[in-house]
């Protein structure tokens, strides 16, 4: 009888996914490029794109370089990560807040992004935000 092989294709983790989304949505928020991070990095931009998408987990040291260069701690990008299967059994969960991700590296989530940033009156933010509140019918105190 013949053996049979199977091979598997490596499916990457969760949170290197989050990870990369989160390099991406920032990378975008300041409106770089891939190529420019790339370069920042001394890597190439598919590089950049294989750690956006998840493919290629990050080290820890390009992660802090990754931080500096987008101008954010390095905890940002696990904010809101998906738990790893058996990293901590019986935790309280604390809510997804992957949707916010999600939209934010959307086509509409950034131009959203972009043009809130541009706004320099934090009277005119305030407003703009409670403004939303009410269209959702959602009101945070604060």
């Known amino acids: 009888m013949a053996a049979k092989i199977v091979i598997m294709k490596k499916v990457p983790n969760p ?9 991406r949505m920032r990378r975008l ?10 370069d920042r990095l001394r890597i190439s931009f598919q590089q ?5 998408k998840g493919t290629n987990r990050v080290s820890a040291s390009r992660l802090v370089a990754m931080a500096q260069i987008l ?3 390095v905890p940002f990008f696990f904010e809101g ?4 299967a058996g990293v901590v059994r019986g935790a309280a969960k604390a809510p ?14 950034h131009a959203l992004m972009r043009a809130f ?5 934090s009277a ?3 407003s703009i935000v409670r403004l939303v509140e009410q269209l959702v019918g959602e009101r945070s105190d604060g």
């Open 117 to 121: 940033a541009r706004i320099k009156d």
């Open 15 to 23: 949170v290197d996914i989050y990870v990369g989304s989160r390099v």
């Open 71 to 73: 101008q954010v701690p």
């Open 96 to 109: 997804s807040f992957s949707y916010v991700s999600d939209f934010l590296i959307s086509a509409d989530g």
């Open 124 to 126: 005119l933010l305030r």
């Open 48 to 52: 950049v794109q294989k750690y956006e």
């Open 29 to 38: 928020m300041l409106g770089m490029t891939q190529e420019a991070l790339a």
């Open 81 to 84: 990560a998906p738990e790893s």
